[in-house]
């Protein structure tokens, strides 16, 4: 089993940045995709990737986020980020962090708030 925590979400400024983390509770060294979803509000049935990496550092993008959000990995802390720049109230919405490990594992989501 994979435990995964998610951290630093919170309140900012269109403008502003927020970088989450998401904790794993073993080794991902092995564990080949890692990636960042969000839900907005009032989409409980729509959950986006916002982006993904793989062990070789391979990353991919929503259209919405690219040249904004960067993913990123540190195989040493088992963590993955997403540092998020220039915000946008469009980018509010809890994010999750989702990893593969023989099967399909989420975190409990970190809320990110973005005001106009």
């Known amino acids: 089993q994979v435990q995964l925590v998610e951290s630093g979400g919170g309140l900012v400024q269109a403008g502003g940045s927020l970088r989450l983390s998401c904790a794993a509770s073993?080794?991902?060294?092995?564990?080949?995709?890692m990636a960042w979803y969000r839900q907005a509000p009032g989409k409980e049935r729509e959950r986006e990737l916002v982006a993904s990496i793989t062990s070789d550092l391979s990353t991919n993008y929503a259209d919405s986020v690219k040249g904004r959000f960067t993913i990123s990995r540190a195989n040493g802390k088992n963590t993955v980020y997403l540092q998020m720049n220039n915000l946008k109230p469009e980018d509010t919405a809890v994010y999750y962090c989702n990893v593969y490990f023989l099967q399909d594992y989420w975190g409990q989501g970190t809320q990110v708030i973005v005001s106009s």
């Open positions: 073993r080794n991902i060294f092995s564990i080949n995709r």
